[in-house]
């Protein structure tokens, strides 16, 4: 399809979709919306990340709305609390000429307010299942006037330990007129069993079977131990070119020595992860929005959908135990056609994993080199030169050397003068040098992923999700990756 006004859209969402800047569907659109915006049918949605499933199923959603009637006619399902958020925004800007009142429901966030949102006439629900469940209980959320369902990266979900809770929920959905689509970029054996008790009769689409990752990332490893991947990740971040990127740790514990390290040297850093409270979480992912922080390090609670305009790089701190957790991942880069790099730091250990990773994801993955000390330190030194001879407006600080200390400087070389400046203000840039050529003191023996108990739990948030979620690093053998890696899981029946 070459355009949008090849289907039958409503005027207020043709707006909205040349509003927005989206010139012709993506592919995912071109055949999810045909089908959705034709007769009443339940679906399943296969796409790569980042090519517009939101807008293939909050489209038809919003065109289904009816608003003559009253009451919750649309429910999307989401596993995070800031994909929740993304994606109620999305459909409140699609919807935005229609005129459909959408209200986001989630955990950490303030029950009264929801509850006015709902009871301001909402039309479209957006929330994680727990939240939605505690409504549903409290009769705050009413589903009988329900008639399409969306289920978005419903494999995640049941990852999580929420499949009771989806069950639940759709279980309170009226069965007649009503339809369920399924969204995601993965799909795993257990949201198949969902989908052959809770759809009907669901008519597919799968792009490209073939490419599960955007076509338009670039996959490097650097096979490096445990103890340097600290040292790593700053070189990477360093030699960069404007960073501006996630880094995924397997755990909490892992998130903050990471952000710690290198708030200690300076980086414009924060942390995400599912132990702080929400209002912290939304003001971290606002503040790298808006590029107040370029390094996000975090859990896989930001690895599905979350959709950053131009982020640059995704580092994998070690890889994921499960193939869906890399491709989501990796997905938060290279976004609607735009280049991106996923970096992914492995252990001589797991080095055997990645043609596995090349053969699951069927594509390509480098190994990368290191940049020596000496060229990083090159490369940080002539950015601050070239800031130092940039400096316009040092008057001032001229006028306040004293005599003595104008003789002084008259005495010594213009490299030195240089050299200790440099060595006064960014001490922190050449103590790694320094330290390395002591090795013994370079690298205390950092915990490595397969040996810290407890902290190795995977992170969602505070409610019900940790240990529930399948093939947990406790539950599962030591060796890691051994129930997803060994099988593909994206093929469509
Ligand atoms: N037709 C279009 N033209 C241009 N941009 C689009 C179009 N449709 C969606 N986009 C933009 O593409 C980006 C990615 O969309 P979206 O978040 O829906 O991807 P996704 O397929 O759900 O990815 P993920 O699997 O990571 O959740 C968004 O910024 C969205 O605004
Ligand atoms: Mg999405």
Not at 135 to 153: A, F, M, Q, S
Not at 269 to 280: E, M, P, Y
Request: one cysteine or more; a positive charge; proline letters at 4%.
């Amino acid at each position: 399809m070459k355009s949008f006004s090849e289907l039958v859209l409503s005027p207020p969402l043709m707006r909205a979709i040349t509003e927005l800047g989206y010139e012709k569907p993506t592919e995912i659109q071109s055949q999810a919306l045909p089908i959705l915006l034709g007769e009443p049918t339940d679906f399943i949605g296969l796409a790569a990340t980042g090519t517009g499933k939101t807008a293939a199923f909050g489209l038809p959603l919003l065109e289904k709305i009816d608003l003559t009637k009253h009451g919750v006619q649309g429910l999307i399902l989401c596993p995070t609390r800031e994909l929740a958020l993304q994606v109620s925004g999305q459909i409140n800007l699609l919807g935005k000429f229609k005129g459909v009142r959408t209200v986001a429901i989630y955990g950490g966030a303030s029950f009264g307010d929801q509850v006015r949102g709902l009871k301001g006439g909402a039309a479209i629900v957006v929330g994680t299942p727990g939240r939605m469940i505690d409504h549903i209980t409290r009769r705050t959320l009413d589903l009988k006037n329900v008639t399409t369902v969306v289920l978005d990266e419903a494999d995640e979900m049941i990852s999580m330990g929420f499949k009771e809770d989806l069950e639940s929920i759709l279980k309170n959905i009226p069965k007649e007129n009503s339809r369920t689509w399924l969204f995601s970029a993965t799909m795993d054996r257990d949201v198949r069993r969902v989908a052959d008790i809770y759809l009907k009769e669901p008519r597919h689409v799968q792009v490209n079977r073939n490419e599960m990752l955007s076509s338009t990332v670039e996959q490097i490893y650097y096979v490096t131990r445990d103890s340097n991947k600290k040292e790593v990740l700053a070189k990477l971040i360093d030699s960069a070119q404007d960073f501006y990127g996630l880094v995924f740790c397997q755990t909490k514990a892992i998130v903050s020595e990471i952000t710690q390290y290198l708030v200690e040297r300076g980086y414009k850093v924060d942390s995400l992860h599912g132990d702080k409270d929400q209002r912290d979480r939304e003001r971290t992912l606002n503040a790298f929005k808006d590029r107040k922080v370029t390094v996000l390090i975090c859990t896989d609670v930001a690895s599905r959908g979350l959709d950053v305009k131009d982020i640059t790089h995704v580092v994998n701190h070690s890889i994921p135990r499960e193939l869906e957790s890399y491709v989501h991942r990796i997905g938060r880069t290279a976004r609607s056609g735009k280049a991106g790099l996923a970096l992914s730091l492995v252990t001589p250990a797991n080095r055997a994993l990645i043609p596995r990773i090349e053969r699951m994801t069927r594509s390509k993955m480098k190994e990368g080199v290191l940049p020596t000390r000496k060229e990083v330190g090159t490369k940080k030194i002539t950015e601050i030169l070239t800031r130092f001879q940039n400096q316009t407006d040092f008057a001032k600080a001229k006028e306040l050397i004293d005599e003595n200390w104008k003789k002084e400087i008259a005495t010594m070389s213009r490299e030195d003068i240089v050299g200790k400046f440099l060595m006064l203000t960014f001490k922190e840039l050449f103590e790694d040098v320094k330290k390395s050529a002591t090795p013994s003191q370079v690298h205390p023996p950092s915990r490595s992923p397969s040996h810290s108990g407890t902290d190795h739990k995977r992170d969602y948030g505070p409610r019900r999700s940790e240990g529930h979620r399948k093939g947990n690093w406790q539950k599962g053998p030591r060796r890691p990756f051994k129930s997803k890696w060994g099988r593909p899981t994206t093929t469509s029946r």
